[in-house]
Each structure stands twice: as structure tokens, then as C-alpha cells.
């Protein structure tokens, strides 16, 4: 198992910039891959982006080019740069991670999420 904590959210103009970060503690056995989601007001959780062990990389058409993902090695941290943001990238972000336990089963973890503003 794996517990989550996100951070570096908060306010910025629009074409600013952030970066969140995603600290993983707990028992790592094996992780799949880490990720992040976002949700806005009225609307459903959605893929922003994951990052495999083998370091491949998946971006929503949304924010791609504007965006990376990135870990190190151990998976002690996941990080999101986020940059030229526009207003309707307004959401809770959510950091996510996807295990396989010694018995090969699958989990879902979640973060309690970090709130991104972007307003004039």
C-alpha cells in the first residue's frame, strides 16, 4: 500500500506557471504507473497524466506541450510542471498511483488533492 500527499497548488495568473508535487510513503512493492487527474466544479475526474516505470509518458490533448510529468527513481515523488495555464485549467488536482500486490492484484491510490486557481 501507498499514501499520497499533493502539494504546490494556489493561485496564478493566467500563462503562469506551477509546479505540484506528489510524495509517495508507505510499503512500495511494484507501481505500474503514477499519475495525475483533475476535477472542475460540475463536472468528472479526468486524466491529465501518467508516467510509467520505463519513464513513458501520457498527456491529455488538453494540456499536452504544456505540461511534463516526471519522477524519480524510487517513486518518492511524482511532480506535475504546469505552465502558460489557462483559466479552464481551474480544478483539484489529484495525485493517483496503480499497484500490483504480492499476490499480483491491482490497487488504486489516491491523494487528498491540491487546489489550482487560474484567474486574473
Known amino acids: 500500500q501507498v499514501q499520497l500527499v499533493e502539494s504546490g497548488g494556489g493561485l496564478v495568473q493566467p500563462g503562469g506557471s506551477l509546479r505540484l508535487s506528489c510524495a509517495a510513503s508507505?510499503?512500495?512493492?511494484?507501481?505500474?504507473?503514477m499519475g495525475w487527474y483533475r476535477q472542475a466544479p460540475g463536472k468528472e475526474r479526468e486524466l491529465v497524466a501518467f508516467i510509467t516505470r520505463s519513464d513513458n509518458t501520457y498527456y491529455a490533448n488538453s494540456v499536452k506541450g504544456r505540461f511534463t510529468i516526471s519522477r524519480d527513481n524510487a517513486w518518492n515523488t511524482v511532480y506535475l510542471q504546469m505552465n502558460s495555464l489557462k483559466p479552464e485549467d481551474t480544478a483539484v488536482y489529484y495525485c493517483?498511483?496503480?499497484?500490483?500486490?504480492?499476490?499480483?492484484?491491482?490497487?488504486?491510490?489516491w491523494g487528498q488533492g491540491t487546489q489550482v486557481t487560474v484567474s486574473s
Open positions: 493517483n498511483s496503480n499497484e500490483r500486490s504480492t499476490t499480483g492484484m491491482t490497487y488504486d491510490y
Open positions: 508507505g510499503r512500495i512493492f511494484s507501481i505500474n504507473h
